[in-house]
T-cell receptor, first 111, second 114 residues
Framework: GEDVEQSLFLSVREGDSSVINCTYT??????LYWYKQEPGAGLQLLTY?????DMKQDQRLTVLLNKKDKHLSLRIADTQTGDSAIYFC???????????FGTGTKLQVIP | GAGVSQSPSNKVTEKGKDVELRCDPI?????LYWYRQSLGQGLEFLIY????????KSGLPSDRFSAERTGGSVSTLTIQRTQQEDSAVYLC????????????FGSGTRLTVV
């Protein structure tokens, strides 16, 4: 099975909060990441969290990590139409030299 | 350079032809990665370079795929005798040695095999 799993699609209304969830299998103590991919572009690093942290906040973004359940989430407050994109969770696999990406969650923001 | 540069941005090739995809990483980034993104799929790891050597090439799908990196900088991914299933976006990323703070990706090369 997949090492990193995400739901495929999320639709929210502009101004609401979005929560994108991810589960992973590798319990290596290392970093976990969220990337954003806009159409026709590569992936852009949004934020990352080290595995000894439970939460990290960066402006409208909040990352929550539950190590026990191997669950990572990304909350986007006050979601805007410009947040429409595919969001990838990424976690460790075989050490930090190689990262495994989830299948991506397509976020659709409805005006 | 300021970012990771990939060329060409789009490539259409006939089945059976060879193609070369180029990645120019951020100057000073010692680690370089190739990933493949198929329509509606996540990112599939292909190969990892540290300097000019490739400690992990476990993701290359077949012996038709090869990659090299020269001068610790530019990398070329070569696909020989292309097949239709090779159609995908090929993404390159680079990072500093540890990679702890994430990768910087290029915009990718969209390969279409007809």
């Amino acid at each position: 099975g997949e090492d990193v799993e995400q739901s495929l699609f999320l639709s929210v209304r502009e101004g609401d909060s979005s929560v994108i969830n991810c589960t992973y299998t590798d319990s290596s103590s290392t970093y976990l990441y969220w990337y954003k991919q806009e159409p026709g572009a590569g992936l852009q690093l949004l934020t990352y969290i080290f595995s000894n942290m439970d939460m990290k906040q960066d402006q409208r973004l909040t990352v929550l990590l539950n190590k026990k359940d191997k669950h990572l989430s990304l909350r986007i407050a006050d979601t805007q139409t410009g947040d429409s994109a595919i969001y990838f969770c990424a976690g460790p696999r075989g050490g930090y030299q190689k990262v495994t990406f989830g299948t991506g969650t397509k976020l659709q923001v409805i005006p | 350079g300021a970012g990771v540069s990939q060329s060409p941005s789009n490539k259409v090739t006939e089945k059976g032809k060879d193609v070369e995809l180029r990645c120019d990483p951020i100057s000073g980034h010692t680690a370089l990665y190739w990933y493949r993104q198929s329509l509606g799929q996540g990112l599939e790891f292909l190969i990892y370079f540290q300097g000019n050597s490739a400690p992990d090439k476990s993701g290359l799908p077949s012996d038709r795929f090869s990659a090299e990196r020269t001068g610790g900088s530019v990398s070329t991914l070569t696909i020989q005798r292309t097949q239709q299933e090779d159609s995908a976006v090929y993404l390159c990323a680079s990072t500093t040695g540890s990679g702890n703070y994430g990768y910087t990706f290029g915009s990718g090369t969209r390969l279409t095999v007809v």
